[in-house]
């Protein structure tokens, strides 16, 4: 066990954005609300799932929606409590933790605010690893657990709890909710023992987050680009620095879902660079050359100050660097690639670790600039 | 207190299907629905609201969405029996008498089939006094009672209850998880003591549907056209006997919509007369002359069976007639007209009461007829 204090949680912010591959939400209205209830009670215990008891009820606190909506529509607050007080009283039991669905700028940092107010512990572990814009994309899911009951609760008052029949239909039925409810709103799903927990989610992914955050705002301290220190600590590859020449993107179905296109910082550079999006960063392609796919992490840093961008702020002119990172094992089994690969997602490619595409692509360009006969 | 029996169900079925002025959804499934429950279980008491104790609780239930999509998709009737124990679950309490909500085709019967399973009264009342498509168009919301919690299922074992900030919203949630529980669901709100339903409910309406019900049945037995009885016993108006022209309709946000287009049946009769509906028949006009609006009762009748005919059973070349009735009160109240007028459903006309606009409309006939100078 360690406390989360104020810096730990910009440490989280910064870190939980980068691996929430450009989706999570904007961190900045998390960040708020976690920075305003420690001040208010404290700082938040975080602690390993095997550090419960196993029978201790752990409830995942999250906001489903568009995060571009997010940055207009500031949640109350109360509807974060709400969703976690309406599981208690359909379980029956006090929550003795929370913890984070995924790892990403919002939702990692909201289930800080929740656990300060009510003086409970965060659970180290999150149940994506990463930032996935579905509901069912969840190694709950994976691990064959069920999501209900749901519970959902909007700034406006409204609350709702459901028993969907599979994560399918909880995606479904939430995702309509969400739209009615102005696109964004606090939801529930997972409450789960701390043995099943500790058996199914990824674990120490808010420890690493914050230690990825660190890294970063110490690289920034120092003027200098976190790129190196991030490849090493998390075993990525820099598929590209370029700027963006082109981004569209539009409220799709509740989801923020657009395309990004690349021209090469190096001058003489010729390179079709586009990355798409639904929330989060999902494919990046070189012309019909496949850099990375989902469920591997893509992550955008803004070249100039090393902050990891969210899909919702890429703009016109921007100068970044795309990096990737590999999943982890849990998305690489043929049931994550099922869930959560490019083809769910409506691109006809196969899934195949960043890893093996790079290696790939670095002799594609390596055999270019050595043999002119090749291409 | 009276026992409803499958003689009784048939009547209800057909008295109901008027009232119902086109929507309320097909009665053939809610027939078979009852008629099978009180084959098994036996008839089903109904009782006046004031035969309750004031504190007992009474459950509407009901079906919600598009009457055209009900006919495709058969309830498996485990979600009425749920949606009842949902909410005694929620309230703390059992139910003493279940009520439909409106009196229309399938939800007038939908009641007796879960009332018979469980061994309970139904309530001689329901919250319309006709149907309406839209779950605020109750006299439960005219006097201000709150609509929470709201419980829903469906077929497929999807189980929501929500408790809405009002209802407006209470409709607007229930309406999209409608759509995406396949266009139709079970669904009750309104759970309110016997008190509040006798002060708030309008009375003996399922009475008064077996009662319609009887005098149809009973003229069809004898070849009679029934619409003089019902015009006497309802203080209604012939509108119009004609021909159906044209019919179209389409699915629109959980809804049928559309609208039917008729010729006189009298030769030489030069007429353009419009039926507007969704779900169920809100304005009758010929050429821009308005003969009836909603909140009043629109009701249209095969002119060779005598039999009420739902809005989804239109059909080219039907020869009907056209009747209305004088809403109840309630809705002819400044609150009423706002809730369930015209405007509210996008016609640009003023309510104005059946009686009045008949009144005009035969004078401007007449005058026409006497002297050709006024048109």
Redesign the interface.
């Known amino acids: 066990m360690k406390n989360i204090d104020q810096q730990a949680i910009e440490n989280i912010a910064v870190g939980a954005t980068l691996l929430g591959t450009g989706g999570g939400g904007d961190p900045y209205i998390g960040k708020l609300m976690a920075l305003q209830a420690i001040d208010k009670y404290g700082p938040v215990p975080l602690v390993a799932p095997e550090e419960l008891s196993p029978d201790d009820l752990v409830v995942p606190i999250s906001m489903i929606g568009a995060p571009t909506v997010l940055l207009e529509k500031i949640p109350s607050g109360r509807e974060m409590v709400k969703i976690l007080e309406m599981m208690e009283t359909y379980t029956g039991k006090r929550a003795a933790a929370v913890m984070p669905i995924e790892i990403g700028g919002v939702n990692s940092l909201i289930p800080f605010a929740v656990a300060a107010e009510k003086g409970l512990p965060v659970v180290d572990a999150d149940a994506m690893g990463r930032a996935f814009p579905e509901a069912q994309m969840v190694t709950f899911y994976l691990d064959g657990l069920a999501p209900e009951p749901v519970t959902m609760a909007d700034e ?10 599979d994560a399918v ?1 909880s995606e ?2 939430a995702r ?2 969400t ?2 409810m102005g696109a964004s709103a606090a939801m529930s799903d997972y409450a789960l023992t701390a043995e099943q927990v500790k058996r199914s989610a990824i674990p120490y992914t808010l420890s690493l987050a914050e230690d990825v955050g660190r890294t970063i705002l110490a690289a920034q301290s120092k003027s200098r680009s976190p790129v190196p220190a991030l490849l090493k600590k998390l075993n990525g590859h820099l598929l590209f620095s370029g700027k963006i020449v082109d981004v569209t993107r539009r409220l799709d179905g509740g989801f923020t879902k657009g395309e990004a296109r690349f021209a090469a910082l190096a001058p003489g550079e010729a390179k079709d660079v586009r990355l798409y999006f639904q929330n989060e960063y999902l494919l990046v392609q070189d012309g019909s050359h496949v850099l990375a796919s989902t469920p591997d992490l893509i992550v955008v840093l803004d070249n100039d100050t090393g902050t990891p961008m969210t899909s919702d702020r890429l703009k016109y002119g921007m100068r970044v660097d795309i990096l990737a990172f590999p999943a982890h094992p849990k998305w690489r089994t043929a049931k994550g690639i099922e869930v959560a690969g490019p083809k769910y997602f409506g691109y006809d490619i196969d899934y195949r670790p960043v890893e093996e595409r790079m290696a790939e692509y670095k002799n594609m360009h390596h055999d270019k600039q050595g043999d002119g006969n090749i291409g």
Chains 1, 2 share one sequence.
């Open positions: 406006k008052g409204n609350t709702v709890l459901f028993n969907p029949v239909w479904r039925l309509s909710l739209i009615q």
